[in-house]
């Protein structure tokens, strides 16, 4: 059974998922990296609460989610270097697309401009939002 908070993260993961759809459509492409960043955080750390184990209060929990695998479900444990590989590379953006370089004088949008990269970290994003949803409905 599918706990609430693990319901409650997965549902956010939606949402960001949804908003990181609609900035892409509209060529925000820094607050399409934010939210593809923010859709995985929250969905692995939905498949964490599921299982029990509580992930740290940060973004970016890759190292902590591979060290954890094993508490996962089989069909999860096979799609953590997935979860990881991905919530690694947006982690690494998370900063930038929030901030930019303030030092360079660059905001968030003029740093981010690669539509074509930020469709794949978006899709990225919505497939492990994808698996996370699939596995809690089958719980």
Not at 11 to 31: C, F, K, P, V, Y
């Amino acid at each position: 059974m599918t706990t609430s908070v693990a319901k409650g993260y997965v549902e956010q993961a939606g949402e960001s998922i949804d908003a990181a759809g609609d900035a892409l459509r509209r060529g925000n492409i820094a607050t399409a990296t934010r939210e593809a960043q923010l859709t995985v955080e929250l969905a692995v750390k939905a498949s964490l609460y599921e299982v029990g184990v509580e992930p740290p209060r940060d973004h970016d929990i890759h190292v902590f989610l591979l060290r954890h695998r094993t508490a996962l479900p089989p069909a999860w444990q096979r799609k953590v270097g997935e979860w990881a590989e991905a919530m690694g590379e947006l982690s690494l953006l998370r900063a930038r697309a929030w901030y930019g370089d303030p030092r360079e004088g660059r905001t968030a949008r003029e740093m981010f401009s690669d539509r074509e990269e930020t469709e794949r970290l978006v899709e990225m994003a919505r497939s492990v939002y994808r698996s996370v949803q699939s596995f809690l409905r089958k719980q």
